[in-house]
């Protein structure tokens, strides 16, 4: 390899343009003296002229023995064989679908060159295989035999490595949008897919739901300050309950709450982001649906009412989200009472029980018969309250 050659410095070997030089070594560049007689040659084939590369071999000679360069440095190029290109690292892959024709078909779409898959028809085959081997991408069907796949979209988000996996849910359902973006939100998917789907359309949803997945200080659009702190909370959303999402104590009053909220909206506001949408509609999305969970939780926790029912799913089922769907026996219990402060002092009972707390539980009721005296259902079950916080009395 040629080196440049430094203003002032002595050309290189390789650079010196060896038949222009006609000033002998060793010359100071002074006029030529006059011819020197020489002896004749000894015999004629000393003076057979030179070949060209015998003609250089002297002159580089001369030239080392001179000492007019320093330094020669001597590059060998040797041949090597090209190095074998490595392979491309795959992405592992689960497809879970009841319907083997949707699921071999779902399978033909992912290329080989990009994805690993391996393809299930029971959620427990498919939850195992995830928990062993870990995946970049889950495509789950809506309706599965022995389980609903929203349930399993759901242990696969709050597993431990499920905040980087990005998740497709599909049905033939979901030809209404409203009801795949309402139980992608509710149960941490990425994306919905109608079916039937054409291939372009699968292929889409999937780019979508791995770049949803994406960390955003990679990309460097922002902060990196505020780039870590979306991506540690949106790795967590779907594991922590409103309480440590808004990094607030259980016991936090209604002004704590509400000062949380300000300070997490003064820089998590989508509208703080607008500038994102277009160039990078994913990072932007995913703020958004960050910012949308957080207001859940702060829309449930300021309302006294709905806090605690919230309180009653938390402590009895570890329902991380506010559930409309209540046991039997809550909403039996709500039921029974007439005016809306009863039903708040009866959810406050629940809360209780659920805790363990029975003198609580008993002074909640009695509250609520106070509201409804003549309501008979609401005293029988403070009086089983009252009978079984004897026995435990008793028994200390």
Partial sequence: MERKRRSGSVPQLGRVALKRVAVPIGSTGAPPAAPVERDPPADA??????????????????????GFMQEVEVRQHTSRRPEPEPAPVLRRALVVEADRPVREAVVRCLPDEVFETEAFAEPEAALEAFNARGAALCIIGRELRGGS??????????????????????????TDPALGARESSAYGADAFL??????????????????????????????????????????????????????????????????????????????RHARLRRPHPHVYERINALYKRL??????????????????????????????????????????????????????????????????????????????????????????????????????
């Fill in 45 to 66: 084939e000393s003076t057979a002229p030179q070949s060209p590369a015998a003609r250089e071999a002297a002159l580089l000679e001369a030239v080392l023995e001179s």
């Fill in 149 to 174: 796949g929203t349930v399993l979209c759901k242990l696969i988000r709050r597993a431990e490595a499920g905040s980087a996996v990005g998740i497709v849910l599909m049905s033939p359902n979901y």
């Fill in 194 to 271: 109608p079916l039937p789907a054409s291939a372009s359309l699968l292929a889409e949803r999937i780019e979508w739901a791995l770049s949803m997945r994406e960390p955003i200080e990679r990309l460097d659009v922002m902060p990196k300050r505020i780039a870590r702190a979306i991506d540690a909370r949106f790795a967590e959303v779907d594991r922590q309950d409103y309480y440590a999402l808004l990094q607030i104590d259980r016991r936090a009053t209604t002004d704590q709450i509400r000062s949380a909220w300000h300070a997490i909206a003064q820089w998590l506001h989508p509208d």
């Fill in 295 to 396: 207001g859940e939780a702060y829309a449930v926790l300021v309302d006294d009412d709905r806090r605690r029912r919230y309180n009653l799913g938390l402590h009895k089922r570890g329902a991380l989200r506010l559930d409309d769907d209540r046991p039997d026996r809550e909403s039996r219990e709500l039921g029974l009472c007439a005016t809306d402060d009863a039903r708040s002092h009866v959810l406050e009972s629940l809360e209780a029980r659920s805790l363990g707390d029975l003198e609580w539980a008993e002074q909640a009721m009695a509250r609520a018969v106070e509201i409804e005296p003549q309501n008979r259902e609401l005293g029988l079950i403070l009086s089983s309250i009252r009978k079984l916080l004897d026995i435990v009395r008793r028994g200390r």
